[in-house]
Structure formats: C-alpha cells, structure tokens
C-alpha cells in the first residue's frame, strides 16, 4: 500500500489538467460574459474601445481580464494596475521549481513538510480510496488497510465530533464532504453511514478516486460571528523575491447562504485584507456566476466588513513567511489559513492559487512585489 496513495494523486492530477483549459473557456463565456450585458454601469463604447488596446499593448497578452475583472465599470479607474491573471500563473509556473511543487500539490508531501519544520498544519486521519478501501499512514509513511469498523473507532478515539472528507486533488470544493461523528458510528446529518452507503455518499459519480480525513477547525469567535457553518480561511500569497518572502496580497473567504465551505467558485465571498493592518475593507463581492453586486455587510448574519480586525494577524503572516522558506525552491505560493482561538494553522499550499481573486481585491497587482518583478523580465514601461 505505500504507493498505492502516489498513483492515485498523479493520474489524479493530469485528469484535473485535461479538463482544465475547455472548462475554463466555457466558464469565461457563460459567466464573465453574461455578466458584462447585465451590468448597465458601464464606461462609454469609446473609452472601453480605447482601454481594451492600452492593455493590450501594455502587457502584448490578450486583454480577456477587462471583462474578468469588470474594468469596464465606471467604478474601475486604474486598468493597467490589473495583469492578465493568466499570465501571472504563467511566469509562476516558470519560477517554480518543478521538481519541488509536488511537496505543494500533494496533500501528504504538504503536511509532512510542515510538521518537519514545526509548523501548525490541519494533520489527515485517515486515506480513503474509491475501491472501498481506508489506509492510516504510519510514521514511517507506510500505509496500512484498516477495517471500515475500526476507521471509525479510531475517530472515536481521537475525540472528534466532525470530520471533512476532501479529494487529494482537486478545487472548488468538489467532492468536499463534512460529516459527524459519533460513538455508535458516522453520520450524515442524521443519516446513519455503513461501509457501503458511506463510500457510497463520498465518491458517487466523482471522477476522483482518494480522500484524505481532516478534523474540522474550531475557527476563532470573531470569525464564526461573521458566519459559522463554514471555516472562513484567509487566502494569503507569498513570493519568495531573491531571498526575501513578501506578500502580494490578502484576502478573506466566507461560506454563506448554508454552505458548509468557504471556497469561491462554490459561491463563497470575498473581501480584501490589508496587509499592514489586517483589516478587512468595507465591501465584498462573489465571483460573476453568483453575481455582481458588492455587499457592505454578510447575507446571512448581517455582519458588516469595514475595518474589522483579523485575529492574530502578524502571526498569520510571520507563519506562512516561515512555511514558505520550508518549501523552496518553490517561490510563488498560495496559502489557506484558518485562524482558530489559539492562532492560525495551515490548511494548504496552492502552486496555481487563483491570481484573479487576489488581485481583484488588491485593486491590480501591478505594483505588488511580484509585479515589479514581473515588469522587469517582460520589460514593461514603468
């Protein structure tokens, strides 16, 4: 069984990139575009005409972000502040050692690395494969079958209430599964898990063929006031400029409308964090297939933004300087951080983390350290 979890991560992995560029296409169409006739606050043609050519001479990349990021609203003043998100991954991909993301891409490889250097990290129960087989993984990384029985006598054990059930690979929280746990077994609310219905539950028709078991975060209070049914996670980006870690941008994730996760394209919120401070600002906004009204205050709780203070903010960012320096060579990376009543714990490192939601809330990365950089190999005018 100890390569048994590496096959399964890497078939995995090259699915998810087949898949990746028409889904993106067909998303940039049906969402961005539908988007941009519903909103009437719009630039005249003219000028929308005349920034459309600046960015494309600018940056020589088709200028498909002023729809993406809404430059064409009157509100968007600034257009040469935003970089084409792709090519922002592009020239991370080009930075990043190879060889080193796996230590990123894979959840195990992750959280080893972090425990190595003493880093506080969400740790995995257990390892569950569509074959309807559950592995625990030893310390010396060897993985040994358990029966379902004593899966769940192990969460048991371990005191555990609540367990996520998350894909190895995989994003936008597909196949993301919170169940509860109890001491006569596993349940689905107050659905009753056996061995069959529970593989059942957790892979159904998903192409994805292994999970990891985490604990659910106890997430700190300030956070659960804004929305409580989801882990709110700081997205936090660092890059690794000539030996110095710097952080581009910031930004906070919300479940709402009942949703049990935070992820965005899942129909979560998103607000900027300041870096200096850790404040968040006034409005939030969704991505465009939830809409495209920004909000001042949380749907559900009716929590309002502006300027409410991150807990333990400074150590968020002096841990995923440290984590950051734990994974060079790799140099651009982006963090989930959950923030619990005794500080913040990792929950992942991102190698293609989703330029457009940090830059969207930054107001263009143009000018953040990574941007300076970039400037200087694509000779951009100052």
Known sequence: MTVLPEIFERSAEVVEKLVRL?????????????????????????????????LARYYRFPPYHYVKHFLFTQAKRNVLDYIPPELVT??????????????????????RQMVQHRLPVVSSCYFVFKQGVITRETDENVHVPVRYETFVAGLVERGLQQVFLKPVFGGQANGVRKLNVRPDGIYDGECYLDKTSFFSLVFGDHIF?????????????????????????????TFDDHGTIRHNAALLRLGCHGRITDNLSAGGIMVNIDLQTGCLAATARTKARFGTHSIT?????????????????????????????ALRPVRAVGWDVAITPDGPVLIEANDDYGIFSLQECAGGLRYSPLGR???RYYHWPD
């Open 22 to 54: 028409p889904n993106k296409t067909r998303r940039f169409v049906s969402e961005e575009i539908t988007a941009y006739w519903q909103i009437l606050d719009k630039k005249p043609l003219s000028v929308q005409m005349r920034e459309v050519c600046q």
């Open 90 to 111: 592009r020239y991370c991909r080009r930075i990043n050692d190879k060889e080193a993301v796996r230590l990123v891409r894979s959840k195990r490889e992750f959280e």
């Open 209 to 237: 063929k292994m999970c990891i078991v985490q604990p659910v975060i106890e997430q700190h209070v300030e956070l659960s006031r804004i929305y409580p049914l989801a882990v709110n996670s700081v997205r936090i980006d």
């Open 297 to 325: 205050r949380h749907p559900d709780t009716g929590e309002a933004f502006a300027g409410r203070q991150m807990p333990y903010w400074e150590q968020v960012k002096e841990t995923v300087s440290r984590a950051a320096i």
């Open 373 to 375: 950089e970039m400037a």
